[in-house]
């Protein structure tokens, strides 16, 4: 099937000082086509898009639109010419309503009672009921996701592009979906699907341009190659899967009862009754989309909001009303999803953060001071296990990527030697390879005896870890299953199916 | 019609007049706030609106042209903090506090050998056949164009940060930052032209001080009303209408315990003194208490720098 071609992409490079984000990359995207940009984290596939979305300007190369030479300057002028693009983060305003936020999106919004009515009329037509009069604080993640697309549709665009779209939604929300981009791509609009989850893109794209560090790898048709053969060129070296050693399950080790606490947070969600038990050697993964009390509970856990002493249970001794130190002292670690300001200190060393965790357990001071060799010893330590790389244990936290701190902070928490760790999000923005090292130690320490929560929007990774398995759906928990012979229809019934999401039966 | 030797037509009439310079320093500091940026140099820009309105009255002798003046200097000085912030990034709160230091400085340099000197007065706008109009007169009619001015402006920010596409600009600008660049705003050029427009409002403010309200120049002629008007900005949730009735409850609180105080009452002075900011807070947080969070209004990316990455 040929289409005619829509955009072209030819020889882009974008350089920032000290790293080459984009290298010589050159594709093309044929009217209606479904077209993948498939890269680990850092590949340069976001620096990709926002250049075609006029957010940025490329070194040099060339882009061509339907045949005539594409520059834009700023993102008006690119949704002027018919290319609109939906954020996976920081494109929506909470404290206003979903029209206010469609509005900004656009360049000449018509009044706002019409607006509203062309709002509900797109929405009803693709299958995504919203009501434009809502506050975007008080949407969920599927929902606010749908502002952004319609913020688009109501442009009229030829290119769509899609920065990891699934990343926030449940497997129906993710069909739903799916189905409005196949309608979108069958009306001929096309659509840039940026991703690196693999079996999506083998059954939504037509086309598939892969990058690595900043270049063009591969091009391939996905429904013809197997997810491991595109993980594989994504990665540049072979994958292996993480083993499970099987312990004996042993005693309870912590122990949740009825636990419920507000939220701190503006727009949070409260937890109601949460109630679960973890044996030692056992992993307990929690799903959940995010934003229905992931944050609160790792906060109740972590002893950051307190609670009745009996409400939580460490190795039988009631922790509910400790801070975290004591907690740390009673042998439950934490470490929660915010890598720059919640689990480090972005502007302290990896020895002082080192410190900051783990001075209790490991015992690093001396009456009263710290002692510096040896946390010195533990920080290097952890740079050693965990394969950190940095150019030494001094250097600020805020200097290392992403994916480097999140392997230290594991390996902070992992090391000490606790019988109880609790994490949120651990392989969130970290590479494939050090994802699988990271769940390999977090599965080694369950063989080792301790008692492991994880709480993960990633389905796939909670289910190569976890033993047992429950869904937080607004604030409540549902009660923990076994993980093995769970399908994903039943996981996605647990995770309250697609909030309201319904594909409209729209004739004609 | 006295209670207590207290007339409540002149008390109402002078309440309006003496809430001006607050609430145009209120209004102006409200959008600063919407559009994200926390500016704490109020009092400086009023005072320094003083000096440059009593200047440019005394030497033009038109007392219109003095308010404009005013505005101007405000604006000047504002520019001086939006340069800091918005292009040198430099913290907010120091560079507000050192605004409002480097203002009160400035302003007593300046305002050398205009002591004593009477400004061209700012005479009531409508005919004296409506101002004597008995209660509704003295209310109503009988002010100058600035009370007005003030009035009218509350409405118009009220109408522009509700329903329009600028004010629309201005919300989503303060509350977050990145969304707003990301959706192709210029988000440091938009909270500039703001502060230009706070401290021209602050500037007017200080002006009706030195040109309608005392009126002459002295040194620290504003005496802390960029304060109250700072507070009022927050405790009204950054509304327009709430700073209009905050500054009002503000002015006429203190109107009436001079008037008391005058009257001879039996309660010490100091109490008077300090009523009109405790009953003023103690309004304005019963009205927004029982709002958790962001219910409150507060902008969410208030005080924040931003810059442009990647």
New interface residues.
Partial sequence: MTRPELLRVEGITKAYPGVVANSDVSFSIGEGEIHALLGENGAGKSTMVKMIYGLIRPDSGTMTLRGAGYAPTKPAEARRLGVAMVFQHFSLFEALNVAENVALGMESPPPMRELAARIRAVSEEYGLPLDPSRMVGDLSAGERQRVEIIRCLLQDPKLLIMDEPTSVLTPQEVEILFKTLRQLSSEGTAILYISHKLEEIRSLCDEATILRRGKVVASCTPRERTAREMAELMVGASLKTPERRVAAKGEVALGVSDLSVDSPIAFGTSLKGISFTVAKGEVLGIAGVAGNGQDELLLALSGELKAAADKVRVAGRPVGDLGPVERRRAGLVAAPEDRYGHAAAPDMSLVENAFLTAGVRKELTRNGFVDWAGTRAFAEEIIAAYDVRTPGPDVAARALSGGNLQKFLMGRELMQGAGVIVINQPTWGVDAAAAASIRQSILDRAGEGAAVVVISQDLDELLEVSDSFAVLNEGRLTKPRPTEGLTMDEIGLMMGGAHGMEVAHHAG | MDFGGINPVILIATLMASAVPILLAALGETVVERSGVLNLGVEGMMIIGALGGFVVAVQTGSPVLGFIGGAVAGAALSLIFAALTQVFLANQVATGLALTLFGLGVSSLGGQGYNGIKPPATGQLLPDALADLPVVGPILFGHDWVVYFSIAMTAVLWWVLK?T?VG??I??VG??H???H????KVNRIRLMCIAFGGAMAGIGGAYVSLARVPQWVDGITSGAGWIALAIVVFASWRPWRVLLGAWLFGGITVLQLNLQVAGSGIPVEYLSMAPYLITILVLVVMSAGRR??ANGA??ALGQNFHAS?
Avoid: Q, W
């Fill in positions: 329903a596409r629309l600009v919300r989503a509350e977050s990145e969304a707003a990301a959706l192709g705003y969070g962001k902008p969410a990647r």
